[in-house]
Every structure is written in C-alpha cells, then in structure tokens.
C-alpha cells in the first residue's frame, strides 16, 4: 500500500458566487429598524465518481506475441470536487480498470487528505495493441 497526499486539480474553472434560493438572503431594513439575517447550515458535499479523476500508468508490460499480454501498473488518482470538502470525511472511491481481457475493480481509500490505494496491480490483455483507462464507479462514506 501506498500513503501519499492527495493533490487538489487547479484549472478546473471552480467558481463560487452567490445562487438565488441558496440561503443566502438579500434582506432591506427601513431607517429606524434592525433587521436579523439566518443563513441556512451548508449541507455537506455529497461526493460522488464527477468529483475524482485516475489515470492508469504502464510499469510494466510482457507480451507473448498472438498470446496477449501480461501488464503491471499504477493509478494516479486525483481529487477534483469541491476544496475544502475532504476535511474530516473518510472515503472509498471504487473504480473499474477496462483494456484487458475482463474488467478489474478495485478501490482506494482516503481519510481527509490522506490517499492510500495499492502501489500496483496487473491485468492481461488479448493484445499487445492495449489502452488501459479507469473510471469511478461509486463513491462511498464511512
């Protein structure tokens, strides 16, 4: 296993603004009078596959000719949702390698910033014209 932080995406056109009906109150006071604004308590984000991102590198790669292949390799996943919204939340991100003979999934795990996934894993390919890429599957909160 491998204990790494996380890193944030930055480019990602994140903005924040205030959203009518957000609980965010545009309130006119008369002269003479005080007026008292709530606000609403944020709910917590709601993490879900949009909020990460994995790019599946090659360490290794055996190939025996129309036999297929047999590849190692790692994921760099990266967080993508909101910032601040890992601050004291546990996760497990399942995903799904494809580009072998049969789909592998596995999981990663984080606790606030702190990533911990499998420093690597193989899969056989049918060819040795492969591409592998993984995708998100379901998110998860313990």
Do not use: W
Not at 23 to 52: C, L
């Amino acid at each position: 296993m491998l204990l790494g932080g996380l890193s944030a995406a930055t480019g990602c056109g994140l903005g924040v603004k205030p959203v009518a009906g957000s609980g965010q109150a545009d309130t006119a006071v008369a002269a003479g009078t005080s007026a008292t604004t709530t606000t609403a308590a944020k709910p917590k984000h709601v993490f879900g596959p949009e909020d990460f991102t994995i790019k599946v590198i090659v360490t290794s790669s055996k190939c025996f000719g129309s036999a297929g292949c047999n590849v190692r390799y790692t994921i760099d996943p990266t967080y993508v949702g909101p910032i601040g919204a890992l601050a004291g939340r546990e996760l497990t991100v399942i995903y799904t390698v494809s580009g072998g003979e049969a789909p592998v999934i596995d999981r990663f795990t984080l606790k606030g910033t702190q990533m911990r996934y499998t420093e690597e894993s193989s899969i056989s390919t049918e060819s040795s014209g492969y591409e592998l890429s993984a995708e998100v599957t379901n998110v998860l909160e313990q």
